[in-house]
């Protein structure tokens, strides 16, 4: 089977909250969990720290932290080692705050990838603005 071509996605969505406010569910494994890997997650918030995301469907799937920028910018790798990159930025816009997250790499599936980000940006939102209803 060849191997995928290296693709980037990108997704973005304008949330009506802070950086400040939004720095802990992108950068914890229990806001992760409410708006991502359901099936739970852990994360050691800093460059070399691991990462385990999990789906009742899926499985686990280990990765490691690359970049840290509190406030604005958590990047992860997928493993095992040269998977797909992942990087979530924080850029404040007046009252809000754009998310944009982009994976590159050599992506099995881009379009279900996009679509799967698309969502998880429309439950966090939820999360940051208390519509959420899973607590």
Do not use: K
């Not at 990765?63 to 924080?90: H, K």
């Not at 705050?97 to 698309?118: F, H, K, Q």
């Amino acid at each position: 089977m060849a191997e995928a071509p290296v693709t980037v996605i990108t997704e973005e969505l304008l949330i009506p909250a802070t950086a400040d406010a939004l720095w802990p569910l992108v950068s914890t494994g229990a806001a992760l969990a409410r708006w991502y890997a359901f099936g739970g997650a852990e994360i050691d918030a800093r460059p070399g720290g691991a990462m385990v995301l999990r789906w009742d469907e899926h499985g686990s799937f280990p990765a490691t932290v690359e970049r840290v920028e509190p406030g604005r910018l958590l990047s992860f790798r997928w493993q095992p080692e040269g998977d797909p990159l992942v990087e979530i930025r924080l850029e404040p816009e007046a009252e809000a705050t754009r998310v944009t997250i982009t994976e590159s790499g050599r992506l099995d599936n881009p379009e279900l990838d996009a679509g799967a980000w698309r969502n998880s940006l429309g439950l966090l939102r939820d999360l940051a603005t208390g519509l959420d209803q899973t607590a």
